[in-house]
């Protein structure tokens, strides 16, 4: 399969709570993106850790990335009604030079 | 910016014609453009690699005589999906890199385009 694996499917929690989403991968790789679709909507990315890297911030965002057990997690602090949409994971593999994404969080904010 | 324009945003057909579907790169130079295929509530399946100047790169299972792919200048890659089926129906999604980016770096993408065949 294509895809890395997300968890969970489905997340749903009220507005103010933080979000924590999952994925894991199976093959070594050169980075790790997690991307924001709204429904019928392009992808926009959010943040990009590269396999050197452990954790990264941006904004109400933080990434973790753990290589040894092929993982990452997102992390989106203080949500909002606005951050409801999918969240991908996307791995990149050097070898190929393309990007492969997991099978996604659909997230959803209770005012 | 990065801006990525898909056209159409949505198309439908009757069984049998063809259908194409445009990604331009609007303020950047893209050698690489990349084509997804996303069913409702699924993820985004990659179908190929366009790559400005050569042949598009399909993934497995992807019909190249089925989907084909043009990447006829920097700023533009064209996917015609040839005597469209009801099984084609989709959301199409391109993206593109910068030129000169890192090789697996950030993606751009377009809005989608979701095609109908009847």
């Known amino acids: 399969s294509q895809q890395g694996e997300e968890d969970p499917q489905a997340l749903s929690i009220q507005e103010g709570e933080n979000a924590t989403m999952n994925c894991s991968y199976k093959?070594?790789?050169?980075?790790l993106q997690w991307y924001r679709q709204n429904s019928g909507r392009g992808l926009v990315h959010l943040i990009l850790?590269?396999?050197?890297?452990r954790e990264k911030h941006s904004g109400r965002l933080r990434v973790t990335l753990d290589t040894s057990k092929k993982s990452s997690s997102l992390l989106i602090t203080a949500s909002r009604a606005a951050d409801t949409a999918s969240y991908f994971c996307?791995?990149?593999?050097?070898?190929?030079?393309?990007?492969?994404f997991g099978s996604g969080t659909r997230l959803s904010i209770r005012p | 910016g990065a801006v990525v324009s898909q056209h159409p945003s949505w198309v439908i057909c009757k069984s049998g014609t063809s259908v194409k579907i445009e990604c331009r790169s609007l303020?950047?130079?893209?050698?690489?453009m990349f084509w997804y295929r996303q069913f409702p509530k699924q993820s985004l399946m990659l179908m190929a690699t366009?790559?400005?100047?050569?042949?598009?790169?399909?993934e497995q299972g992807v019909e190249k005589d089925k989907f084909l792919i043009n990447h006829a200048s920097l700023t533009l890659s064209t996917l015609t999906v040839t005597s469209a089926h009801p099984e084609d129906s989709s959301f199409y999604i391109c993206?593109?890199?910068?030129?000169?980016?890192?090789?697996?770096?950030?993606?751009?993408f377009g809005e989608g385009s979701r095609l109908t065949v009847l």
């Open positions: 993206s593109a890199r910068k030129q000169g980016g890192l090789d697996t770096g950030e993606l751009f």
């Open positions: 093959t070594s790789i050169n980075n």
């Open positions: 850790i590269r396999s050197n890297e």
């Open positions: 996307a791995t990149g593999y050097s070898s190929a030079s393309k990007i492969i």
């Open positions: 303020d950047f130079q893209a050698t690489t």
């Open positions: 366009s790559n400005e100047g050569s042949k598009a790169t399909y």
